[in-house]
């Protein structure tokens, strides 16, 4: 038979606040640093996509030299300009890179003209040069447009860490202040007011 014992614990509000205010600023610590590694992520994106696309020295046709077919909005906002980020790569890739691409045989992938071109017998003949010559244009037009798009993909991940980094230091910044707060009301008079806890033993 055991017989149970109920004992009291007495803390005092103040010893709570400064308890709790602690664990925010511990907290807010490491959501401050897993912030700064997202950020740090976020940058060598920017910068990793930056360079490779500079490298590239790709330019904008000049807004009064697109056709009347590069009527994109992207293609008019960013005329004349160099390709350096990744929302700039896609807009080429897509708008300019692949509007040519499907003018080249009538809307025909790489993959489809090679296999075309295979078909014809003679390899000798007008009709098999000219579309070997398709097929070298698509080939070449469809690994550019692959690679930039490969680089505007990157750069997706590089604004999604930047975003995740944003919310870490509000996040931060938030449990900074209720720290702040708690070793503040600790301060005053009212937290020593006492919290009377139950626990049982047996």
Do not use: W
């Amino acid at each position: 038979m055991s017989a149970i014992n109920e004992r009291a614990e007495v803390m005092t509000r103040r010893t709570l606040d400064i308890i709790f205010s602690i664990g925010a600023l511990v907290l807010a610590g490491l959501i401050l640093v897993l912030g700064l590694v997202l950020q740090n992520q976020a940058n060598f994106a920017n910068d990793y996509v930056h360079d490779q696309l500079a490298a590239q020295q790709i330019t904008f046709t000049p807004a009064d030299a697109l056709s009347p077919e590069e009527n994109a909005q992207c293609l008019q906002d960013n005329a004349g300009e160099a390709l350096v980020t990744g929302k700039q790569a896609e807009c080429y890739a897509n708008s300019y890179i692949g509007l040519h691409l499907s003018e080249v045989n009538d809307g025909k992938t790489y993959a489809q003209t090679s296999s075309e071109a295979r078909a014809i017998e003679d390899q000798d003949s007008p009709e098999a040069q000219e579309l070997n010559a398709k097929v070298q244009t698509l080939f070449r037009g469809e690994t550019l447009r692959g690679l930039l798009l490969t680089s505007y993909g990157f750069s997706i991940f590089g604004d999604r860490a930047q975003t995740a980094a944003y919310v870490c230091y509000l996040i931060a910044l938030v449990l900074f202040l209720a720290a702040i707060a708690g070793f503040i009301h600790a301060a005053t008079k009212s937290a020593e007011h006492q919290i009377v806890m139950q626990s049982s033993t047996e």
